[in-house]
């Protein structure tokens, strides 16, 4: 919760206008003045135009495929770290090699410090939040076949890549509860944008 | 000689003057050529006043001479192509041309059967078709569209290129005219709730291209938009439907667009946290760094040209910022020393590219010539040394640093940065 707060207040951060008084001061490209382009609509628009069909929770359901960083979105079933290696043999080591290190795709494994970088930028040292490889290998992977994975499947190649990072035991066992209670090596890595526009240089 | 570019003069013509009229000592200069050739009369079949022309057709084309081309990085899913920004004039970009960045293909959408699902926290969730969508009042709007990894050629100390053309360098930016609607009337048609305040935007490609966006962006200038420069969006741009976020890093602009759903956080998709940011030399990583800041790049002279000869030369580029409009570009033509401000060629739009010109007598010397953009915010573009001082030197986005091209006495053109750091 802590969390959610802090990027809602993000939100409004990159959303602040000019102040009060002075020249227009960075607003992280909100257009705070209509100038040559209104969005305006028209005087005698109605309250709702009613155009679009209701969507069903069914329907919702066909397409909200994403997994948010508290595992909301992650659906049940699980998968271990050596049910994993297979997934991954038959899968995904033709591009990501055969430790994740190899590519010719993305590399995958990476412990290195960041002060080594751009040396490597993979799941153990870069990526802030676990619940972010099931959101996306869920879409995108494998890559000649995307989103042909079984839940199952999806828990247990993730389960293998983060053992190949270090941050899952060799007996290790992911689901819905546990994905999302990993701490990610670069969770708290990350910061705001703080350019804001004007003289300084950021 | 190497003949390279050289404006003017077609290579028979260049060919006919070196071997004859030159050799024989009669004339000083291309120019000069250039005058002659146009004295000689051309043959009765070359003379269009003498055929009857093609009649008309149903689809135009190029002229057969002109032919642009994007350069492609390579054939993988993952890839992109560039706009040749040396090769264009004033600022739309032809739709054929328009930059590409792909995460996993271009999907073969029928638009008859595209849909745009809203939902989340909203009283109403709908799903529209693309007729609904085009039911709703229409906004067109210029403005440009740059891929956040743009000129990260130009960044590194050890590498810096020397053969390197506007669009090899920075040619993931295209400007068009996009057409659609306004996202805040589809918002108020579905009735966002207290307390929302991202959007995750998804795409309908093999990637499922995926980036939250604040809800205060969606409110204020953000669009659905259906159409480029006329007509349908291109099938490379999005069709039939993509998120226009002006000003903002190309990719958070989703294309093919199918799902946007109202959070109170971001999704922390992985084109937003191990891809689009940016690590500093803190040993933190810049996250969300939506804005395109100020930017200028000189497209003539440029690599591949050459000026053939000293004299009066127009030095044109383009300028943009995501922060709205650009109201100053200044030309140095002396390697930075003193800077001269450069023409804008009117309308200035906000969050569009504007064409600057600077006329330049050049005396024929060595020199480097660069380019440097300010914003209304007062932003003024930084040299690559400021960046590097602010930011380090592991950042692979928004290097939107002055641009430096060197012209030697020979008249050859290289890009010129190595030379100043």
Redesign the interface.
Known sequence: MR??TT??A???L??ACSPADG?????????SEA???S?E??AN?PA??G?????TNA??AM???????DGEGLPVGSGSVSEGKRVYEMYCIACHGPTGTEGPNDRLAATDE??Q??VA?G?GN????A??LY??VR??MP?NA??SLSDDQNYAVIAYVLNLNGLLAGDGVLDASSLPAIRMP?RD???????????E?? | MTPKHRPGLSRRAWLTTTSGVIAAGLLKTQADAVKLVAQEAPSSADDPTRVPGRLVSELGSRAPAERPRRLMRNQALSSSSRTPLQDLHGTITPADLHFERHHGGVPNIVAENHELLIHGMVDRPLVFSMADLKRFPQTSRICFVECSGNGGGAYNRERMPTEITPQALDGLLSTSEWTGVMLSTVLREVGVQGGASWLLAEGSDSAVMSRSVPLEKGMDDAMLVYAQNGEAIRPEQGYPLRLLLPGWEGNTQVKWLRRLEVTDRPTMTRDETSRYTDPLQDGTARQFSFVMDAKSVITFPSFPYTLPEAGWWEIKGLAWTGRGRITRVEVSTDSGDSWQDAELQEPVLSKSTVRFRHLWDWDGDKTVILSRATDETGYVQPTVQQLWEARGERTTYHQNHQRAWKIDADGAVTFGLGDLV
Request: charged share 20%; net charge neutral; aromatic share 18%.
């Open positions: 969390r959610a990027w809602a993000v939100a409004v990159l959303a020249p227009p001061q960075a607003t992280n490209g909100v257009d100038g040559d382009f969005a609509l028209a628009a709702s135009f155009f679009g069909a209701y969507a329907r919702i397409w909200d495929i994403d997994v948010k960083p960041w002060e970088w751009p930028r799941v870069y990526w802030p939040y619940t972010t959101d996306y879409k995108a890559q995307p989103g670069a890595r990350f910061v705001a944008d703080d350019r804001v526009g004007g003289p240089i950021r």
